[in-house]
């Protein structure tokens, strides 16, 4: 059979996402893919359900996640694919990384709170059911409770760097990144490099370790896809690429609407440092 297309770069409700694995897998299949991985944010814990429910749809599937990393003091998302999710370092490191992300909620709570908009704590873990809090789910208990139309309101007006109710979270350093992902047998790969502007900063993070550039993504124009592809080239870098897609919602990228071919896992599996490629149901 054809091997067509391939999405590497989706979310979960098990981070940011609003599907559950299964409606993932769904969608996977209904748009035809034939292979998908699972970057959540900061957790690697949707992958089981979503591994099988791909088995059963006959898709392949590659374990993965998307870190905050911190290079230089701009926020750099490393997405690690083949990862071996049993990795006990991998568990106890991404744990961590809920736990600031979990903090970081309350502190953003008090900073609304602080210029007078009355969110609490409870009424976003309640609505994010997930062990990785991030700002979208901020952003949709603000729209739930009346502080904001929409979601992109709330981070035009709260959420966003420079608005009054921006708050950071503790980001991993770029190195203790790749080096987390590289001891859990994945590879390393620079997401979205389109929206970061941190271009210069790449021969670093190949001296680091890097293994590959995201250069299709849903937010990335056919020009800048093309534009990564060479510089992977140049650097013997992988090219890989997603959606980013998020789960169903106005304006939001759709699964498979970025047309990877199937070529490129080929390629990463050959970049491996292991033989053989398992995945853990
Ligand atoms: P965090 O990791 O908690 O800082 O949140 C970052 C997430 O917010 C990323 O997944 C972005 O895709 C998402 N995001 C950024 N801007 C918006 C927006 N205007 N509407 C919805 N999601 C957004
Ligand atoms: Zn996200
Ligand atoms: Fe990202
Ligand atoms: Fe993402």
């Known amino acids: ?84 999710t049993m990795n006990e370092e991998l568990i106890r490191e991404t744990t961590r990384y809920q736990q600031n992300r979990t903090n970081r909620v309350h502190d953003l709570i008090r900073q609304l709170n602080s210029i007078g908009v009355a969110l609490r704590a409870d009424q976003v873990f309640s609505l994010a059911k997930c062990r990785a809090p991030g700002r979208p789910h901020v952003a949709r208990a603000l729209v739930r409770h009346g502080f904001c139309g929409t979601m992109d309101e709330a981070f035009a007006r709260y959420l966003r760097k420079g608005t009054p109710g921006w708050t950071p979270k503790v980001n991993v350093p770029f190195e203790e990144g790749i080096r987390l992902i590289h001891q859990a047998e994945g590879l390393a790969v620079m997401a979205h490099p389109g929206l970061n502007k941190i271009d210069h900063l790449i021969p670093d993070m190949v001296r680091a370790g890097l293994d590959g550039i995201e250069c299709w993504h849903s937010r990335h124009p056919k020009s800048t896809a093309k534009r990564y592809r060479e510089m992977a080239a140049r650097l013997g870098l992988l090219s890989t690429g997603g959606s980013d897609c998020h789960g169903p919602g106005r304006g939001q990228p759709i699964i498979g609407t970025v047309c990877v071919p199937y070529d490129i896992l080929d390629e990463m599996k050959r970049r491996l440092p292991r033989s053989t490629v398992s995945v853990q149901v």
């Open 1 to 84: 059979m054809a091997k067509p297309y391939i999405d590497l770069h989706l979310h979960t409700l098990f981070s940011d996402g609003v599907s559950t694995p299964e409606q993932v897998a769904e969608e996977a299949q209904k748009m035809g893919l034939a292979a998908i991985a699972l970057t959540d944010h900061d957790t690697i814990e949707g992958c089981p359900r979503l591994a099988k429910a791909c088995a059963e749809r006959g898709i392949e599937f590659v374990p993965g996640t998307e870190l905050s990393t911190d290079i230089e003091g701009h926020e750099m998302h490393l997405l690690g694919y083949f990862l071996d």
